[in-house]
Protein backbone atom coordinates (compact mmCIF):
# COMPACT_ATOMS: atom_id res chain seq x y z
CA UNK A 1 0.00 0.00 0.00
CA UNK A 2 1.10 2.71 -0.81
CA UNK A 3 0.12 6.54 0.52
CA UNK A 4 0.26 10.14 -1.11
CA UNK A 5 -0.49 13.31 0.32
CA UNK A 6 -1.87 15.53 -3.24
CA UNK A 7 -3.37 18.74 -1.19
CA UNK A 8 -4.24 20.58 1.84
CA UNK A 9 -7.07 22.86 2.14
CA UNK A 10 -7.74 25.48 4.58
CA UNK A 11 -10.81 27.59 5.06
CA UNK A 12 -11.32 30.10 7.84
CA UNK A 13 -8.65 28.32 10.48
CA UNK A 14 -7.60 31.59 12.68
CA UNK A 15 -5.30 33.95 10.39
CA UNK A 16 -6.25 31.89 7.28
CA UNK A 17 -9.09 32.19 5.35
CA UNK A 18 -8.78 30.55 2.33
CA UNK A 19 -5.49 28.69 1.31
CA UNK A 20 -4.77 25.64 -0.84
CA UNK A 21 -1.31 23.85 -0.82
CA UNK A 22 -0.89 21.33 -3.62
CA UNK A 23 1.68 18.43 -3.56
CA UNK A 24 1.55 17.69 -7.36
CA UNK A 25 2.63 19.48 -9.73
CA UNK A 26 1.26 21.07 -13.37
CA UNK A 27 1.54 17.17 -15.05
CA UNK A 28 -0.66 15.86 -11.58
CA UNK A 29 2.84 14.16 -10.54
CA UNK A 30 3.40 13.72 -7.00
CA UNK A 31 6.30 16.31 -5.71
CA UNK A 32 8.44 14.42 -3.39
CA UNK A 33 10.09 17.11 -1.75
CA UNK A 34 8.12 19.56 -0.04
CA UNK A 35 9.34 22.58 2.14
CA UNK A 36 6.36 24.76 3.98
CA UNK A 37 8.03 27.67 5.45
CA UNK A 38 5.50 29.23 8.12
CA UNK A 39 6.50 31.64 9.82
CA UNK A 40 5.78 32.19 13.27
CA UNK A 41 2.11 33.17 13.57
CA UNK A 42 0.74 31.77 10.57
CA UNK A 43 -0.54 27.99 11.98
CA UNK A 44 2.74 25.51 11.58
CA UNK A 45 1.44 24.12 14.66
CA UNK A 46 -1.57 24.19 14.08
CA UNK A 47 -1.46 22.21 10.98
CA UNK A 48 0.66 19.11 12.46
CA UNK A 49 -2.38 19.20 15.15
CA UNK A 50 -4.63 19.10 12.15
CA UNK A 51 -3.33 16.66 10.01
CA UNK A 52 -3.25 14.03 13.27
CA UNK A 53 -6.44 14.43 14.36
CA UNK A 54 -8.00 13.95 10.87
CA UNK A 55 -5.46 11.24 9.97
CA UNK A 56 -6.27 9.01 13.27
CA UNK A 57 -10.23 10.01 13.56
CA UNK A 58 -9.76 11.76 17.38
CA UNK A 59 -10.50 15.37 16.24
CA UNK A 60 -14.23 14.74 17.07
CA UNK A 61 -13.45 13.67 20.61
CA UNK A 62 -11.84 16.77 20.83
CA UNK A 63 -13.03 19.67 23.97
CA UNK A 64 -14.63 22.18 22.92
CA UNK A 65 -12.06 24.86 23.93
CA UNK A 66 -9.72 23.34 21.70
CA UNK A 67 -12.02 23.26 18.57
CA UNK A 68 -12.68 26.68 19.07
CA UNK A 69 -9.29 27.71 19.63
CA UNK A 70 -8.97 27.22 15.89
CA UNK A 71 -11.69 30.04 15.09
CA UNK A 72 -10.25 33.26 13.39
CA UNK A 73 -10.08 36.12 15.61
CA UNK A 74 -10.54 38.80 12.83
CA UNK A 75 -13.42 38.02 10.90
CA UNK A 76 -16.09 36.29 13.59
CA UNK A 77 -16.84 33.20 11.09
CA UNK A 78 -18.51 30.43 13.10
CA UNK A 79 -17.44 27.41 10.79
CA UNK A 80 -14.29 26.35 9.49
CA UNK A 81 -13.05 23.54 7.52
CA UNK A 82 -9.53 21.35 7.07
CA UNK A 83 -9.49 19.37 4.30
CA UNK A 84 -6.73 16.61 3.35
CA UNK A 85 -7.11 14.58 -0.64
CA UNK A 86 -4.42 11.28 -0.84
CA UNK A 87 -4.24 9.02 -2.96
CA UNK A 88 -3.91 4.93 -2.01
CA UNK A 89 -2.42 3.29 -4.64
CA UNK A 90 -4.57 5.05 -7.79
CA UNK A 91 -7.67 5.72 -5.62
CA UNK A 92 -8.09 9.47 -4.39
CA UNK A 93 -9.76 10.35 -1.08
CA UNK A 94 -10.70 13.67 0.60
CA UNK A 95 -10.89 13.88 4.04
CA UNK A 96 -12.92 17.08 5.35
CA UNK A 97 -12.56 18.31 9.19
CA UNK A 98 -15.86 20.32 9.42
CA UNK A 99 -15.11 23.02 12.81
CA UNK A 100 -18.72 24.33 14.10
CA UNK A 101 -16.95 27.03 16.47
CA UNK A 102 -20.32 27.95 18.00
CA UNK A 103 -21.31 24.47 19.21
CA UNK A 104 -17.68 23.55 19.60
CA UNK A 105 -17.85 19.81 17.85
CA UNK A 106 -16.00 18.55 14.63
CA UNK A 107 -16.96 16.38 12.38
CA UNK A 108 -15.05 14.15 9.82
CA UNK A 109 -16.20 13.69 6.38
CA UNK A 110 -15.13 11.27 3.32
CA UNK A 111 -15.00 12.30 -0.43
CA UNK A 112 -14.46 9.30 -2.63
CA UNK A 113 -14.69 8.86 -6.27
CA UNK A 114 -16.16 5.57 -5.88
CA UNK A 115 -19.20 6.50 -3.45
CA UNK A 116 -19.01 9.76 -5.55
CA UNK A 117 -20.52 11.94 -2.61
CA UNK A 118 -19.76 12.52 1.04
CA UNK A 119 -19.89 10.49 3.60
CA UNK A 120 -19.73 11.21 7.41
CA UNK A 121 -17.00 9.47 8.96
CA UNK A 122 -13.57 8.81 8.41
CA UNK A 123 -13.17 5.81 6.03
CA UNK A 124 -10.43 3.94 4.17
CA UNK A 125 -9.52 1.47 1.86
CA UNK A 126 -9.92 -1.90 3.72
CA UNK A 127 -6.70 -3.34 3.71
CA UNK A 128 -5.61 -0.50 6.20
CA UNK A 129 -8.31 -0.15 7.88
CA UNK A 130 -7.01 -2.17 10.99
CA UNK A 131 -4.25 -0.13 11.31
CA UNK A 132 -4.49 3.56 10.78
CA UNK A 133 -4.47 3.93 14.74
CA UNK A 134 -3.39 7.24 16.28
CA UNK A 135 -0.20 5.17 17.06
CA UNK A 136 0.26 4.28 13.68
CA UNK A 137 -0.59 7.80 12.54
CA UNK A 138 2.24 9.30 14.65
CA UNK A 139 4.72 7.42 13.21
CA UNK A 140 4.32 9.22 9.99
CA UNK A 141 3.44 12.94 11.02
CA UNK A 142 6.40 13.30 12.99
CA UNK A 143 7.91 15.18 15.30
CA UNK A 144 10.97 16.01 17.71
CA UNK A 145 9.01 14.49 20.94
CA UNK A 146 8.72 11.70 19.05
CA UNK A 147 12.45 11.52 18.37
CA UNK A 148 12.97 11.82 21.89
CA UNK A 149 11.07 9.20 22.95
CA UNK A 150 13.04 6.41 20.61
CA UNK A 151 15.66 6.76 22.92
CA UNK A 152 13.63 7.53 26.20
CA UNK A 153 14.19 4.22 28.65
CA UNK A 154 10.92 4.87 30.15
CA UNK A 155 9.44 4.29 26.86
CA UNK A 156 8.50 1.41 24.35
CA UNK A 157 8.26 3.71 21.24
CA UNK A 158 11.04 1.76 19.62
CA UNK A 159 8.55 -1.43 19.83
CA UNK A 160 5.98 0.19 18.86
CA UNK A 161 7.14 1.57 15.78
CA UNK A 162 8.23 -1.66 14.65
CA UNK A 163 5.34 -3.41 15.81
CA UNK A 164 2.73 -0.77 13.50
CA UNK A 165 5.02 -0.55 10.47
CA UNK A 166 6.04 -4.33 9.92
CA UNK A 167 2.14 -5.08 10.78
CA UNK A 168 3.16 -7.06 13.84
CA UNK A 169 0.13 -5.78 15.72
CA UNK A 170 -1.77 -8.05 13.29
CA UNK A 171 -0.49 -10.94 15.46
CA UNK A 172 -2.71 -9.12 18.26
CA UNK A 173 -6.11 -9.89 16.39
CA UNK A 174 -5.20 -13.45 15.82
CA UNK A 175 -4.55 -13.76 19.74
CA UNK A 176 -8.19 -11.88 20.14
CA UNK A 177 -9.73 -13.94 17.49
CA UNK A 178 -8.49 -17.19 19.07
CA UNK A 179 -9.95 -16.26 22.39
CA UNK A 180 -13.44 -15.46 21.06
CA UNK A 181 -13.99 -18.49 19.18
CA UNK A 182 -13.22 -20.24 22.53
CA UNK A 183 -15.57 -18.05 24.32
CA UNK A 184 -18.27 -18.83 21.59
CA UNK A 185 -17.56 -22.48 21.93
CA UNK A 186 -17.52 -22.22 25.98
CA UNK A 187 -20.90 -20.39 25.64
CA UNK A 188 -22.44 -22.58 23.09
CA UNK A 189 -21.73 -25.85 25.10
CA UNK A 190 -22.31 -24.23 28.50
CA UNK A 191 -25.11 -25.93 29.00
CA UNK A 192 -23.61 -29.27 29.91
CA UNK A 193 -21.95 -27.65 33.23
CA UNK A 194 -23.59 -25.65 36.17
CA UNK A 195 -24.77 -22.21 35.16
CA UNK A 196 -24.06 -20.32 38.00
CA UNK A 197 -20.84 -22.58 38.22
CA UNK A 198 -19.44 -21.06 35.42
CA UNK A 199 -21.05 -17.99 35.85
CA UNK A 200 -18.99 -17.53 38.75
CA UNK A 201 -16.08 -18.38 37.28
CA UNK A 202 -15.97 -16.05 34.93
CA UNK A 203 -16.75 -13.16 37.05
CA UNK A 204 -13.50 -14.21 39.55
CA UNK A 205 -11.61 -14.37 35.96
CA UNK A 206 -12.91 -10.86 34.64
CA UNK A 207 -11.59 -9.69 38.19
CA UNK A 208 -7.87 -10.75 38.18
CA UNK A 209 -8.21 -9.46 34.51
CA UNK A 210 -8.74 -5.82 35.27
CA UNK A 211 -6.37 -6.84 37.88
CA UNK A 212 -3.74 -7.64 35.31
CA UNK A 213 -4.47 -4.55 33.01
CA UNK A 214 -4.30 -2.22 36.73
CA UNK A 215 -1.07 -3.97 37.00
CA UNK A 216 0.77 -3.17 33.14
CA UNK A 217 -0.96 0.69 33.54
CA UNK A 218 0.94 0.99 36.77
CA UNK A 219 3.89 -0.79 35.65
CA UNK A 220 4.12 1.39 32.42
CA UNK A 221 3.43 4.77 34.70
CA UNK A 222 6.29 3.48 37.05
CA UNK A 223 8.77 3.43 34.26
CA UNK A 224 7.48 6.98 33.05
CA UNK A 225 8.05 7.69 36.50
CA UNK A 226 11.35 6.03 37.32
CA UNK A 227 12.86 8.03 34.02
CA UNK A 228 11.47 11.24 35.08
CA UNK A 229 13.00 10.92 38.65
CA UNK A 230 16.28 9.77 37.35
CA UNK A 231 16.20 12.58 34.78
CA UNK A 232 15.89 15.82 37.44
CA UNK A 233 18.19 13.97 40.04
CA UNK A 234 20.59 14.14 37.28
CA UNK A 235 19.87 17.96 36.55
CA UNK A 236 19.60 18.75 40.35
CA UNK A 237 23.18 17.14 40.32
CA UNK A 238 24.51 19.20 37.75
CA UNK A 239 23.24 22.08 39.21
CA UNK A 240 24.63 21.28 42.35
CA UNK A 241 28.20 20.52 40.70
CA UNK A 242 28.04 23.81 39.49
CA UNK A 243 27.08 26.14 42.76
CA UNK A 244 29.97 23.46 44.26
CA UNK A 245 32.77 24.79 41.06
CA UNK A 246 31.87 28.10 41.92
CA UNK A 247 34.19 27.00 45.40
CA UNK A 248 37.42 25.59 44.15
CA UNK A 249 39.58 25.08 47.68
CA UNK A 250 36.44 22.89 48.74
CA UNK A 251 36.46 21.55 45.93
CA UNK A 252 39.66 20.68 45.35
CA UNK A 253 39.58 18.90 49.01
CA UNK A 254 37.14 17.40 47.77
CA UNK A 255 38.90 15.83 44.55
CA UNK A 256 41.73 14.65 47.10
CA UNK A 257 39.49 13.13 49.63
CA UNK A 258 37.48 10.85 46.71
CA UNK A 259 41.23 9.99 45.41
CA UNK A 260 41.60 8.58 49.08
CA UNK A 261 38.50 6.60 49.21
CA UNK A 262 39.80 5.14 46.02
CA UNK A 263 43.14 4.25 46.89
CA UNK A 264 41.55 2.52 50.10
CA UNK A 265 39.38 0.83 48.43
CA UNK A 266 42.29 -0.82 46.33
CA UNK A 267 44.20 -1.49 49.73
CA UNK A 268 41.24 -3.06 51.28
CA UNK A 269 40.43 -5.37 48.00
CA UNK A 270 44.73 -6.21 48.37
CA UNK A 271 44.45 -7.04 51.57
CA UNK A 272 41.36 -8.97 51.63
CA UNK A 273 43.08 -11.31 48.81
CA UNK A 274 46.45 -11.49 51.15
CA UNK A 275 43.73 -13.10 53.89
CA UNK A 276 42.30 -15.39 51.81
CA UNK A 277 45.95 -16.39 50.68
CA UNK A 278 47.02 -17.20 54.49
CA UNK A 279 43.69 -18.63 55.48
CA UNK A 280 44.61 -22.06 53.57
CA UNK A 281 47.23 -22.45 55.88
CA UNK A 282 45.48 -23.71 59.21
CA UNK A 283 48.26 -23.71 61.75
CA UNK A 284 47.99 -19.87 61.37
CA UNK A 285 44.39 -19.60 62.31
CA UNK A 286 46.14 -19.28 66.51
CA UNK A 287 49.05 -21.01 68.65
CA UNK A 288 46.82 -23.25 70.36
CA UNK A 289 46.01 -24.79 66.70
CA UNK A 290 49.66 -24.73 65.75
CA UNK A 291 50.40 -26.80 68.76
CA UNK A 292 47.92 -29.38 68.10
CA UNK A 293 49.09 -29.92 65.02
CA UNK A 294 52.62 -30.73 65.71
CA UNK A 295 51.31 -33.01 68.44
CA UNK A 296 49.95 -35.04 66.28
CA UNK A 297 52.97 -35.42 64.10
CA UNK A 298 54.96 -36.50 66.87
CA UNK A 299 52.78 -38.71 67.51
CA UNK A 300 52.65 -40.34 63.91
CA UNK A 301 56.17 -40.25 64.36
CA UNK A 302 56.53 -42.07 67.65
CA UNK A 303 54.60 -44.79 66.25
CA UNK A 304 58.06 -46.46 64.67
CA UNK A 305 55.70 -48.39 61.73
CA UNK A 306 58.29 -50.32 59.85
CA UNK A 307 59.80 -48.82 56.66
CA UNK A 308 57.43 -50.25 54.51
CA UNK A 309 54.38 -50.91 56.55
CA UNK A 310 52.53 -51.86 53.63
CA UNK A 311 51.14 -54.98 51.82
CA UNK A 312 54.38 -55.36 50.01
CA UNK A 313 55.96 -55.56 53.36
CA UNK A 314 53.58 -58.34 54.45
CA UNK A 315 54.27 -60.26 51.12
CA UNK A 316 57.84 -60.70 51.67
CA UNK A 317 57.66 -61.37 55.39
CA UNK A 318 55.46 -64.39 54.32
CA UNK A 319 57.98 -65.65 52.05
CA UNK A 320 60.58 -65.67 54.65
CA UNK A 321 61.49 -68.32 56.85
CA UNK A 322 61.37 -66.29 60.15
CA UNK A 323 59.35 -63.52 61.44
CA UNK A 324 60.82 -60.49 62.85
CA UNK A 325 60.24 -61.92 66.41
CA UNK A 326 62.26 -65.13 65.52
CA UNK A 327 59.40 -67.13 65.19
CA UNK A 328 59.38 -69.87 62.36
CA UNK A 329 57.18 -69.52 59.42
CA UNK A 330 55.20 -72.19 58.20
CA UNK A 331 52.58 -73.02 56.26
CA UNK A 332 50.06 -72.12 58.78
CA UNK A 333 51.77 -68.89 59.34
CA UNK A 334 52.18 -67.47 55.65
CA UNK A 335 48.51 -68.18 54.66
CA UNK A 336 47.51 -66.10 57.73
CA UNK A 337 50.26 -63.35 56.96
CA UNK A 338 48.68 -63.00 53.31
CA UNK A 339 45.78 -63.38 54.45
CA UNK A 340 45.90 -60.03 56.57
CA UNK A 341 48.29 -58.35 54.65
CA UNK A 342 44.50 -56.75 52.81
CA UNK A 343 43.81 -54.99 56.33
CA UNK A 344 47.08 -52.68 56.18
CA UNK A 345 47.88 -49.84 53.54
CA UNK A 346 49.30 -49.79 50.55
CA UNK A 347 52.62 -47.61 49.71
CA UNK A 348 50.64 -44.82 47.96
CA UNK A 349 48.68 -44.49 51.17
CA UNK A 350 51.69 -45.06 53.26
CA UNK A 351 53.15 -41.61 50.69
CA UNK A 352 50.34 -39.89 51.66
CA UNK A 353 50.51 -40.08 55.60
CA UNK A 354 54.49 -39.58 55.48
CA UNK A 355 54.03 -36.08 53.61
CA UNK A 356 51.09 -35.28 55.68
CA UNK A 357 53.36 -36.08 58.85
CA UNK A 358 55.86 -34.04 57.33
CA UNK A 359 53.48 -31.20 57.21
CA UNK A 360 52.36 -31.83 60.66
CA UNK A 361 55.82 -31.68 61.85
CA UNK A 362 57.24 -28.29 59.69
CA UNK A 363 53.95 -26.93 61.14
CA UNK A 364 54.96 -23.09 62.41
CA UNK A 365 52.85 -20.52 63.72
CA UNK A 366 53.55 -16.64 62.59
CA UNK A 367 51.63 -13.51 63.01
CA UNK A 368 51.29 -12.86 59.70
CA UNK A 369 47.17 -14.05 59.10
CA UNK A 370 46.69 -11.99 62.26
CA UNK A 371 48.62 -8.93 61.23
CA UNK A 372 47.00 -8.88 57.94
CA UNK A 373 42.88 -9.04 59.84
CA UNK A 374 44.46 -5.88 61.86
CA UNK A 375 45.48 -4.41 58.86
CA UNK A 376 42.12 -4.52 57.47
CA UNK A 377 40.79 -3.15 59.75
CA UNK A 378 43.04 0.04 59.99
CA UNK A 379 42.12 0.45 56.16
CA UNK A 380 38.49 -0.12 57.34
CA UNK A 381 38.56 2.28 59.84
CA UNK A 382 40.96 5.12 57.67
CA UNK A 383 37.73 4.23 54.61
CA UNK A 384 34.85 5.24 57.24
CA UNK A 385 37.21 8.67 58.65
CA UNK A 386 37.50 8.81 54.71
CA UNK A 387 33.50 8.57 54.69
CA UNK A 388 33.19 10.95 57.07
CA UNK A 389 35.53 13.80 55.58
CA UNK A 390 33.75 13.35 52.52
CA UNK A 391 30.56 14.27 54.46
CA UNK A 392 31.84 17.24 56.18
CA UNK A 393 33.42 18.13 53.45
CA UNK A 394 29.48 18.44 51.21
CA UNK A 395 28.04 19.89 54.09
CA UNK A 396 30.48 22.42 53.38
CA UNK A 397 29.89 22.79 49.84
CA UNK A 398 25.98 23.15 50.57
CA UNK A 399 26.26 25.94 53.39
CA UNK A 400 28.58 27.85 51.02
CA UNK A 401 26.55 27.20 48.22
CA UNK A 402 23.41 29.25 50.38
CA UNK A 403 20.00 28.14 50.68
CA UNK A 404 19.56 26.96 46.56
CA UNK A 405 22.42 24.58 46.81
CA UNK A 406 20.51 23.04 50.52
CA UNK A 407 17.19 22.92 48.41
CA UNK A 408 19.09 21.13 46.14
CA UNK A 409 20.36 18.69 47.50
CA UNK A 410 17.04 18.32 49.58
CA UNK A 411 15.20 17.32 46.73
CA UNK A 412 18.48 14.82 45.20
CA UNK A 413 17.92 13.26 48.79
CA UNK A 414 14.02 12.94 47.96
CA UNK A 415 14.44 12.01 44.26
CA UNK A 416 16.94 9.09 45.71
CA UNK A 417 14.41 7.55 47.74
CA UNK A 418 11.25 7.73 45.39
CA UNK A 419 13.36 6.17 42.63
CA UNK A 420 14.44 3.81 45.29
CA UNK A 421 10.94 2.98 45.94
CA UNK A 422 9.47 3.12 42.22
CA UNK A 423 12.16 0.52 41.04
CA UNK A 424 11.22 -1.45 44.43
CA UNK A 425 7.46 -1.69 43.11
CA UNK A 426 8.28 -2.44 39.51
CA UNK A 427 10.22 -5.47 40.63
CA UNK A 428 7.38 -6.49 42.91
CA UNK A 429 5.13 -6.34 40.00
CA UNK A 430 7.50 -7.74 37.04
CA UNK A 431 8.93 -10.39 39.79
CA UNK A 432 8.81 -14.23 38.44
CA UNK A 433 10.28 -15.32 41.50
CA UNK A 434 7.53 -18.81 42.71
CA UNK A 435 9.12 -18.82 46.33
CA UNK A 436 8.71 -14.92 47.24
CA UNK A 437 6.04 -14.88 49.83
CA UNK A 438 5.27 -11.08 49.35
CA UNK A 439 3.76 -11.81 45.80
CA UNK A 440 0.31 -12.12 45.12
CA UNK A 441 -2.02 -11.59 42.56
CA UNK A 442 -3.24 -8.16 43.15
CA UNK A 443 0.65 -6.66 43.27
CA UNK A 444 2.40 -9.22 40.66
CA UNK A 445 1.74 -9.74 36.73
CA UNK A 446 3.32 -12.95 36.82
CA UNK A 447 0.91 -14.57 39.72
CA UNK A 448 -2.06 -12.41 38.11
CA UNK A 449 -1.43 -14.08 35.25
CA UNK A 450 -1.13 -17.65 36.35
CA UNK A 451 -4.69 -16.84 38.87
CA UNK A 452 -6.08 -16.37 34.92
CA UNK A 453 -5.11 -19.27 33.08
CA UNK A 454 -6.21 -21.19 36.51
CA UNK A 455 -9.82 -19.66 35.78
CA UNK A 456 -9.50 -20.62 32.14
CA UNK A 457 -8.55 -24.71 32.85
CA UNK A 458 -11.61 -24.27 35.74
CA UNK A 459 -14.10 -22.74 32.67
CA UNK A 460 -12.54 -25.37 30.27
CA UNK A 461 -13.82 -28.24 32.53
CA UNK A 462 -17.07 -26.95 33.90
CA UNK A 463 -17.97 -26.48 29.80
CA UNK A 464 -16.39 -29.93 28.69
CA UNK A 465 -14.14 -27.51 26.34
CA UNK A 466 -10.72 -28.73 27.59
CA UNK A 467 -9.92 -29.62 23.88
CA UNK A 468 -10.72 -26.53 22.70
CA UNK A 469 -8.65 -24.77 25.09
CA UNK A 470 -5.66 -26.20 24.27
CA UNK A 471 -5.99 -25.48 20.87
CA UNK A 472 -6.26 -21.95 21.49
CA UNK A 473 -3.27 -22.24 24.25
CA UNK A 474 -1.39 -23.88 20.73
CA UNK A 475 -2.00 -21.32 18.56
CA UNK A 476 -0.52 -18.63 21.49
CA UNK A 477 2.54 -20.52 21.97
CA UNK A 478 2.72 -20.95 18.20
CA UNK A 479 1.89 -16.63 17.70
CA UNK A 480 3.95 -16.00 20.29
CA UNK A 481 7.21 -18.17 18.54
CA UNK A 482 6.31 -16.26 15.61
CA UNK A 483 6.40 -13.00 17.03
CA UNK A 484 9.63 -13.53 19.27
CA UNK A 485 11.64 -15.12 15.83
CA UNK A 486 10.13 -12.41 13.78
CA UNK A 487 11.38 -9.44 16.31
CA UNK A 488 14.77 -10.84 16.84
CA UNK A 489 15.15 -10.78 13.27
CA UNK A 490 13.96 -8.04 11.93
CA UNK A 491 15.79 -5.95 15.11
CA UNK A 492 18.98 -7.08 14.27
CA UNK A 493 18.69 -6.25 10.36
CA UNK A 494 17.56 -3.02 11.66
CA UNK A 495 20.07 -2.28 13.82
CA UNK A 496 22.70 -3.31 11.44
CA UNK A 497 21.44 -0.94 8.37
CA UNK A 498 20.46 1.70 11.14
CA UNK A 499 24.15 1.57 12.27
CA UNK A 500 25.25 1.92 8.90
CA UNK A 501 23.26 5.24 8.03
CA UNK A 502 24.21 6.83 11.54
CA UNK A 503 28.05 6.53 10.19
CA UNK A 504 27.08 8.89 7.16
CA UNK A 505 25.28 10.99 9.18
CA UNK A 506 27.04 11.36 12.35
CA UNK A 507 30.82 11.84 11.33
CA UNK A 508 31.96 13.34 14.60
CA UNK A 509 31.24 11.35 16.93
CA UNK A 510 30.56 7.38 17.58
CA UNK A 511 27.25 6.96 17.94
CA UNK A 512 26.12 3.17 17.53
CA UNK A 513 22.91 1.15 18.74
CA UNK A 514 23.61 -1.53 20.36
CA UNK A 515 20.16 -2.75 20.72
CA UNK A 516 16.10 -2.45 20.29
CA UNK A 517 14.32 -3.47 23.59
CA UNK A 518 11.42 -1.13 23.66
CA UNK A 519 13.27 2.00 22.97
CA UNK A 520 16.65 2.08 21.18
CA UNK A 521 20.02 1.85 23.55
CA UNK A 522 22.86 3.14 22.50
CA UNK A 523 26.31 1.46 22.71
CA UNK A 524 28.61 2.44 26.09
CA UNK A 525 26.43 5.93 25.88
CA UNK A 526 23.69 7.32 28.49
CA UNK A 527 22.14 9.73 26.06
CA UNK A 528 22.83 11.96 22.93
CA UNK A 529 21.94 15.34 22.37
CA UNK A 530 19.33 16.83 20.28
CA UNK A 531 20.64 17.19 17.18
CA UNK A 532 22.06 13.77 17.44
CA UNK A 533 18.63 12.38 18.72
CA UNK A 534 17.00 13.41 15.69
CA UNK A 535 19.22 12.09 13.53
CA UNK A 536 19.37 8.54 15.32
CA UNK A 537 15.12 8.89 14.80
CA UNK A 538 15.13 9.51 11.04
CA UNK A 539 18.15 6.82 10.49
CA UNK A 540 15.92 4.06 12.78
CA UNK A 541 12.55 5.81 10.59
CA UNK A 542 14.32 5.42 7.16
CA UNK A 543 15.45 1.91 7.83
CA UNK A 544 12.02 0.45 8.94
CA UNK A 545 10.03 3.02 6.21
CA UNK A 546 12.56 1.53 3.59
CA UNK A 547 11.80 -2.62 4.57
CA UNK A 548 7.83 -2.37 5.39
CA UNK A 549 5.30 -2.94 3.10
CA UNK A 550 3.69 0.50 4.05
CA UNK A 551 4.71 3.23 1.85
CA UNK A 552 3.57 6.68 3.49
CA UNK A 553 4.75 9.94 3.49
CA UNK A 554 6.59 11.77 6.00
CA UNK A 555 5.35 14.62 7.33
CA UNK A 556 8.04 16.78 9.75
CA UNK A 557 8.17 19.67 11.93
CA UNK A 558 11.68 21.16 11.90
CA UNK A 559 13.23 18.15 11.04
CA UNK A 560 16.73 19.75 11.57
CA UNK A 561 15.69 21.75 14.97
CA UNK A 562 19.20 22.32 16.29
CA UNK A 563 21.40 19.95 14.63
CA UNK A 564 24.42 21.55 12.89
CA UNK A 565 24.93 21.96 9.73
CA UNK A 566 27.29 18.84 8.99
CA UNK A 567 23.81 16.28 10.01
CA UNK A 568 21.73 18.23 8.35
CA UNK A 569 23.70 18.07 5.08
CA UNK A 570 23.36 14.05 5.70
CA UNK A 571 20.01 13.96 6.99
CA UNK A 572 19.48 15.94 3.40
CA UNK A 573 21.43 13.25 1.91
CA UNK A 574 19.77 10.21 3.29
CA UNK A 575 15.98 11.25 3.38
CA UNK A 576 15.30 11.57 -0.47
CA UNK A 577 16.45 7.82 -0.39
CA UNK A 578 14.16 6.84 2.76
CA UNK A 579 11.04 8.36 1.66
CA UNK A 580 8.42 8.19 -1.18
CA UNK A 581 7.46 11.87 -0.22
CA UNK A 582 8.54 14.28 2.39
CA UNK A 583 6.31 17.33 3.65
CA UNK A 584 8.75 19.45 5.51
CA UNK A 585 7.29 22.15 7.95
CA UNK A 586 10.53 23.91 8.45
CA UNK A 587 11.90 27.27 10.44
CA UNK A 588 13.74 29.66 8.62
CA UNK A 589 17.09 29.06 10.35
CA UNK A 590 16.77 25.36 8.78
CA UNK A 591 17.01 26.37 5.24
CA UNK A 592 20.77 27.02 5.32
CA UNK A 593 22.75 23.21 4.70
CA UNK A 594 19.23 21.51 4.93
CA UNK A 595 16.54 22.37 2.60
CA UNK A 596 18.72 24.16 0.51
CA UNK A 597 20.48 21.15 -0.20
CA UNK A 598 17.42 20.07 -2.38
CA UNK A 599 17.51 23.76 -4.67
CA UNK A 600 19.21 21.26 -7.49
CA UNK A 601 16.48 18.91 -7.23
CA UNK A 602 13.86 19.36 -9.83
CA UNK A 603 11.11 17.11 -7.72
CA UNK A 604 11.17 19.48 -4.94
CA UNK A 605 8.33 22.65 -4.05
CA UNK A 606 9.11 25.44 -1.72
CA UNK A 607 6.01 27.81 -0.21
CA UNK A 608 6.67 30.64 2.39
CA UNK A 609 3.95 31.35 4.68
CA UNK A 610 4.00 34.93 6.12
CA UNK A 611 1.51 37.18 7.96
CA UNK A 612 -0.09 40.35 5.92
CA UNK A 613 0.97 44.08 6.63
CA UNK A 614 -2.33 43.68 8.99
CA UNK A 615 -1.03 40.72 10.62
CA UNK A 616 -4.76 39.50 10.69
CA UNK A 617 -4.14 37.11 7.48
CA UNK A 618 -1.49 35.50 5.84
CA UNK A 619 0.31 35.50 2.47
CA UNK A 620 1.69 32.76 0.74
CA UNK A 621 4.60 33.10 -1.53
CA UNK A 622 5.80 29.71 -4.10
CA UNK A 623 9.37 29.00 -5.32
CA UNK A 624 12.75 29.47 -4.10
CA UNK A 625 13.89 32.48 -4.98
CA UNK A 626 11.32 34.01 -2.24
CA UNK A 627 12.13 31.49 -0.04
CA UNK A 628 15.63 31.98 0.33
CA UNK A 629 15.93 35.69 0.55
CA UNK A 630 13.33 35.15 3.21
CA UNK A 631 15.76 32.96 5.01
CA UNK A 632 18.28 35.41 4.66
CA UNK A 633 16.56 37.69 6.24
CA UNK A 634 15.21 36.41 9.53
CA UNK A 635 17.36 33.08 9.80
CA UNK A 636 17.89 34.43 13.43
CA UNK A 637 14.00 34.76 14.24
CA UNK A 638 13.10 31.42 15.13
CA UNK A 639 16.29 30.55 17.51
Same mark, same amino acid.
Do not use: H, W
Given at each position: MKMSILEIEYRNIRKITDLKIPFVNENGEIIKNNFIMMANGTGKTTTMTLL??????? =?PSWSSEKIKSFAPTMTGAEHGEFAVTVKFDEKRYKYVLFLDYKAGTAEISTITSAVGGRESGRHLPESIRGIFSPEFVRRFIFDGEQAEKTLDSSSNEADETIKYLYRLDELDEIVAANQKI????????? #?? @???????? +??????? $? #?????? +?? =???????VDIKAFEDEKKAKEEQRNNIDKNY??????????????DQNKGEINAS?????????????LSLELCGRMQELGNSMTKLKLPKSSSKDFFIELANA? /? *? $? *??? *?? @??TEKDAILRNAEKYLGSDQQAVLNAIKSSLMSSEFDTRLSDAF? #? !? =??????? &?? !????? &?? #??? /??? /??GGEEAELLQARIK???????????? +?RTIESKDDSDEQLTTDNNLHKAEQEYQYYEQQIAKATRTNAA !?? /???? $???? $????? &?RATSDLKAEIVRKTNEKLKRVITDDFIEIESIDRYIKLDKRDGASEGQTLSIAYCFLGTLFEDSELEFPFVIDSPTGKMDFAKRQAVADIIPHVFNQMVAFVQSAEVERFADRFYANKDSQYITIIASPTGDSVEVHKGIEFFDSYQREHKGDEQ
Open positions: KGLFDGT =ALTDIQNTEG #NK @GSTSSIKN +LRTRQSS $V #NDTITR +LK =ARRDRLREQLNQEKMEILRDIIAEILRLIKSPYLS /K *C $V *CDR *CI @GPA #N !L =AKLREKG &NR !LDTLL &NI #NQE /KLI /KAELIELISVSKEQ +L !LR /KKII $VEEL $VRAIR &N
